[in-house]
Nanobody, 123 residues
Framework: QVQLVESGGGSVQAGGSLRLSCART????????MAWFRQPPGKEREKVSV???????SYTDSVKGRFTISLDNAESTLYLQMNSLKPEDTAMYYC?????????????????WGRGSQVTVSS
């Protein structure tokens, strides 16, 4: 059974950095995507970044140049390094996974989800 568990959230002042981690277990597929989503208070969930099993990545425009997604297969862990944080980055952050996909696909419906990790950025 696939399980995803996020960690690394917290509170930080604007301009600071945080690194989110997502530990995955029970996931042995050769072709897959893993993604970070976020949901700000009172708003809809949005996709932040995606990485696939080929190492290709994509980012939403608002985080380009500030966030970096990476995947350590040896540790079975997904990361999101977040620098130059802004108050508008405040949200619950979720990791998600799907099999047989690529960052170049549109409309991916992710099957596996973590429970989330809160990130709060104060001005």
């Amino acid at each position: 059974q696939v399980q995803l568990v996020e960690s690394g959230g917290g509170s930080v002042q604007a301009g600071g950095s945080l690194r989110l981690s997502c530990a995955r277990t029970g996931y042995t597929y050769a072709t897959y995507c893993m993604a970070w989503f976020r949901q700000p208070p009172g708003k809809e969930r949005e996709k932040v970044s995606v990485i696939d099993s080929d190492g290709d990545t994509s980012y939403t425009d608002s985080v380009k140049g500030r966030f970096t997604i990476s995947l350590d297969n040896a540790e079975s862990t997904l990361y999101l390094q977040m620098n130059s944080l802004k108050p508008e980055d405040t949200a619950m952050y979720y990791c998600a996974a799907e099999v047989g996909c690529s960052v170049w696909y549109s409309g991916i419906k992710y099957t596996y989800w973590g429970r989330g990790s809160q990130v709060t950025v104060s001005s």
